[in-house]
């Protein structure tokens, strides 16, 4: 005789690991711009701009020049994220075993890291719409502008593709990088404040093709302070990786003062409801937030987009 199992399944043991969460690039732009709070709807950013003329000193009086106050308007979309889990579900699963004893649970088991996952996705979603957010598409980048499609619509950016490239490689990055560099405005090239913004992928090439260039003298993110953040070699640029600007080919350099995002309350993005809904049995999950972006002076940003 023999042992006959061919009426069980092959055993796998699924309360052997807790919950983990997928890894995820987060949002981190909002660390090097300039963000203006309390906006409800739309708000200004309020500019003075004047013409100095001088003249030879002498006996009267003779006024010349002018004083201009504009205004660029910053608008807002209202977001919000909402997801409900019936828990009755989580029953007839491996879950179970996380469960209170009893048919009346209340809260997600596994609440933590649930909190977690929400929240970095979130940064994540945010960060992507910042830069890639367009009305006219579909899912969440449909929920507001972002800030290629702003600068897009400017008239006085300036090109910063000055070789007329078509793709960036780790041939010519360098050279697209120091191009955009030298094309940056006489009038804010002392700021201690510029930034090149580009994506992670774009990083990764720049960063090998200094590495490459001259492997003996780099000098790139390792001693400077900063996770895929370094200085493009003898300027006062700061080059900044973000995730918003992943597979773009696109990168941005201006000062991080001239760049905003506007926010109702500054923590509304972080904050959250995780909370049971008596009326409907289930545990519901709330988040709400408004966001817009908007450049002070088009003319002091440098972009690179392929020719």
Do not use: H
């Not at 994220?81 to 596994?110: H, R, W």
């Not at 405005?185 to 990083?203: A, E, H, Q, R, S």
């Not at 008596?278 to 972006?293: T, W, Y």
């Amino acid at each position: 005789m023999s042992l006959n199992v061919s009426g069980l399944s092959v055993y796998t043991d699924e309360n052997k690991m807790e919950l983990i969460k997928k890894s995820l690039l987060e949002g981190r732009t909002m660390e090097f711009i300039t963000v203006q709070p309390d906006i409800k709807s739309s708000a200004t950013i309020n500019i003075i701009d004047s013409t100095l003329v001088g003249q030879a000193g002498s006996c009267g009086f003779n006024p010349d020049g002018t004083t201009a106050l504009t205004q660029r308007a910053i608008s807002v979309a209202p977001i919000k994220v909402n997801e409900s889990i019936c828990l009755d579900t989580l029953e007839a699963y491996y879950t179970q075993k996380m469960m209170n004893p009893g048919s009346y649970n209340e809260s997600i088991p596994f609440e933590q890291i649930y909190a977690e996952e929400k929240a970095g996705k979130i940064s994540a979603m945010i960060e992507d719409i910042i830069w890639k957010g367009d009305t006219t598409l579909t899912g969440n980048l449909s929920l507001a502008d972002g800030l290629l499609k702003v600068i897009d619509a400017e008239g006085t950016v300036i090109d910063g593709n000055v070789g007329s490239e078509t793709a960036i490689t780790a041939a010519n990055v360098i050279d697209i990088v120091d191009g955009m560099v030298g094309v940056v405005p006489t009038d804010i090239i002392n700021k201690d404040d510029l930034v090149l913004f580009l994506g992670y992928d774009t990083y990764r090439t720049y960063a090998k093709a200094l590495r490459d260039a001259n492997l003996f003298a780099y000098t790139g993110a390792e001693n400077q302070g900063g996770d895929f953040i370094q200085m493009v070699p003898g300027t006062n640029v700061k080059v900044v990786a973000v995730r918003g600007l992943n597979g773009t080919n696109r990168m941005l350099l201006s000062t991080s003062s001239n760049i905003y995002v506007g926010v109702d309350l500054l923590s509304d993005s972080e904050d959250f409801k995780i909370f049971y809904s008596n009326d409907n049995d289930e545990v519901r999950f709330i988040s709400k937030f408004k966001l817009g972006v908007q450049v002070a002076f088009p003319e002091f940003c440098v972009e690179y987009t392929n020719a």
